[in-house]
């Protein structure tokens, strides 16, 4: 069983940034790790994933804007989200898996979720 536990995430006005941290409790390699955000009403949606091997699969809207880092050996992902904009406003889930099969922004592809931390993006 695999814990996530992320922290970070608030307010930030239009234009400004804010950074998410998710620190995962395994004795095993975490090969898929990364971020997924959901608005009420809607379905959850990928946002941003990094590899075991540092391959990454970002959303188009999170592309030159939003910035993933892992630190491998602690299971610690890092998500910094730069040039916030209300449509960035959602709860993000930081997201594992133990697979070694390629990695997506498919929610299904992930066994281990976070409790989720809220972004609200205000002008």
């Known amino acids: 069983q695999v814990q996530l536990v992320e922290s970070g995430g608030g307010s930030a006005q239009v234009g400004g940034s804010l950074r998410l941290s998710c620190a995962a409790s395994?004795?095993?390699?975490?090969?898929?790790m990364g971020w997924f955000r959901q608005v009420p009403g809607k379905e959850r949606e990928g946002v941003v994933i990094?590899?075991?091997?540092?391959?990454?699969w970002s959303a188009t809207s999170a592309t030159g804007r939003f910035i993933i880092q892992r630190e491998f050996i602690k299971n610690i992902v890092t998500l910094e989200m730069n040039s916030l904009n209300p449509e960035d406003t959602a709860m993000y889930f930081c997201?594992?898996?133990?697979?070694?099969?390629?990695?997506?922004?498919?929610?299904?592809?992930?066994?281990?979720w976070g409790q989720g931390t809220q972004v609200t993006v205000s002008s």
């Open positions: 395994s004795v095993e390699r975490i090969y898929c």
């Open positions: 997201v594992a898996d133990l697979s070694e099969a390629d990695c997506s922004l498919a929610s299904a592809s992930y066994r281990y």
């Open positions: 990094m590899d075991w091997y540092a391959n990454v």
